[in-house]
């Protein structure tokens, strides 16, 4: 009994005191708010009406504090090897990693990119981590505003690739689904679609169960290959059918014939007013034209209606308050936007705004 005792003393005092480390305080921080995230998305699943769901969407468990509360205990470690999964972990949960801070004696406000800096810290010193594959991996759960950033990813993830090929296929399988990823996202041509495919086949080889996050590679290569199937640029856009606020049935095949933006928004969303404000002037500006602008919400049939009455939703929506649409599309945030030719096959997936947006825009707006 007394060594029972002593046992149970020793590990209390040990796991207390591990607690008060950064390491502890940073681990009990990623735990308790991916339980709480869990257990909200449980309810929100099971809401059965949109004010059931409007409130929990005020509840939703604060990821930003958690976030700055885990990089201000992982901060002064970032070159410990047990940062590495925290630094994976703040990549794809933390909401603000690209901040612009004002600099002393200087107009310009500083754009610091704090996934960049996670990005230098590793490769300068845990390329070799037995938590690689999952830092490459949550390097595509975003994507950086800052095209240097962006590119540096697919660097590093076929460093990695390489150098775990002999001593971890669990790391290089996780790093192949990284690769793979990267090299769809730029020029896709037959040569990039054959190696990425290649790289699909070893993280599904290697890599199927090793979790990042929530989920597993072979859960995440098998929706990369969803969307390289149904979503990819040069596809068909697929079919939305369904109600617009007032109850009028249509269907997107129905604008067959002129370009399509179709975006998915919510009132809810930051700077909601100038946003709707542009987009009026889009649909306004190109009424008869071979254009069409087309909106999807998972907002209250009953606040859309009131912000068509005001006059500050123009455009024609699709309802989409159960998120059928946007989980058929993949929207993971918004605005998101697809821009579909005459010809009904996707030119553009991704956010509103940037050069690519604008590129591709340009191609499809009517010439003055």
Known sequence: MRLLIHLFI?????????????????????????????????????????????????VRPDSLAYAEAVMKAINPHLRQ??????????????????????????????ILDREYIFMQYFEKHHMRSQHAGEFVVSLLFRTNPLNHAQAKKLEIARQVYELHAETNKKVLGAAAFACGTLEQLGQLDGKTSRQALN?????????????????TVGELTGERLYIVNNLEVGRPVPLIEGFDAIGRRHA????????????????????FPEFAQGLNRMQLGNKDKKFKVIGVTL??????????????VLWKNFMDVKGAISKKFRVSQLPYCYLVDANGQI?????????LFAANLSQLLPKK
């Open 10 to 58: 020793t590990f209390f005092l040990v796991a207390t005191s591990f607690a008060k480390t950064p390491q502890g305080t940073a681990l009990a921080l990623t735990t308790e708010h991916d339980r709480n995230v869990k257990i909200w998305s449980a309810k929100l699943d099971r809401a059965t009406s949109p004010a059931e769901q409007k409130k929990l969407m005020e």
């Open 252 to 271: 997107l095949v129905e604008n067959k014939g002129s370009a399509v933006m179709v975006f998915f928004w919510s009132q809810h969303m930051a700077n």
């Open 299 to 312: 907002d209250d049939v009953q606040e859309v209606r009131k912000l068509i009455g005001e006059g500050t």
């Open 347 to 355: 030119v553009y997936r991704g956010g509103i705004g940037g050069p």
């Open 199 to 215: 790289y699909f086949k070893t993280a599904i080889q290697h890599a199927w169960d090793v979790k990042v996050g929530n989920k």
């Open 81 to 110: 090897d047990w940062a590495v999964p925290h630094m994976a972990w703040l990549i794809r949960n933390h909401p603000q990693l690209t901040i612009s801070k004002k600099v002393t004696g200087s107009e310009i406000p500083q």
